[in-house]
């Protein structure tokens, strides 16, 4: 594969704190979309059209709870196909890529990493060296694991064995922060995350999960039957 550069846009959605990530080559000018949300799919419209993008694929990292996907109306109006792992066994995807599964778009290669724990369906997505890691592994922290078939000890292989084995040097884009950090890399997750770090054992890390007290996703109830048909209501 050639190096080619990379377009590349953060963008967040505040009320759920959701980023979503923008792809793209800017040789075949074809792009791929991580984490829409419904909230902001005229923004996402607005910035293709500004930057010629012809959507290719649109990938989610999981079945979100806390918002809804714009991918049926992502592909209704660019004809993109949706992604998604393929536990999530979500039927209005057009592709469920199992783990090390690649995708391409003109020169770059999108690769899925099935990353359970928080959900079983959640992946991962590595492209070059930017790691696209979902409610798996946040800056400093990573998703809950207390609903949606969450599973402490999956999530904490899932990171050990699936992302910390990635270079230090690895982008970390997660799919929320509530801190306002943009971005982290696997080496600063491995040396100061509190929960994953190095320096924590598995039985360290059950306890801080069994012990968060978490209230529920307001928007629970409306967004995974929704997201389980790719944002229709």
Do not use: W
């Not at 080559?25 to 419904?38: A, F, M, R, T, W």
């Not at 592994?137 to 990573?142: E, F, K, Q, W």
């Amino acid at each position: 594969m050639h190096q080619s550069k990379i377009l590349f846009r953060q963008l967040f959605e505040k009320s759920s704190s959701t980023y979503t990530y923008l792809l793209a080559d800017p040789e075949s000018q074809e792009g791929i979309l991580i984490d829409p949300v419904k909230e902001t799919i005229e923004r996402d419209l607005k910035l293709l059209k500004e930057l010629n993008i012809a959507l290719k694929y649109i990938l989610d990292t999981h079945v979100h709870a806390d918002h809804i996907t714009s991918s049926s109306e992502l592909k209704e109006k660019t004809g993109a196909q949706i992604v998604l792992g393929k536990a999530t066994n979500v039927e209005c995807a057009d592709i469920l890529l199992a783990d090390q599964e690649e995708l391409k778009f003109g020169g770059l290669t999108i690769k899925a990493i099935a990353t359970p724990g928080h959900t079983n369906g959640c992946t991962s997505y590595l492209c070059e060296s930017y790691l696209f890691s979902g409610d798996t592994l946040l800056i400093r922290g990573n998703g809950r694991t207390d609903f949606q078939e969450g599973s402490s000890e999956t999530l904490f292989h899932s990171v050990r064995e699936k992302l910390f084995t990635l270079p230090d040097s690895t982008i970390v884009f997660p799919g929320h922060n509530y801190d306002g950090h943009l971005m982290s890399t696997i080496g600063e997750e491995k040396a100061h995350n509190p929960r994953l770090g190095l320096n924590k054992s598995f039985e360290e890390f059950k306890e801080i999960m069994e012990n968060l007290n978490l209230a529920e996703p307001k928007k629970i109830d409306i967004a995974v039957p929704a997201n389980l048909k790719c944002g229709r209501n």
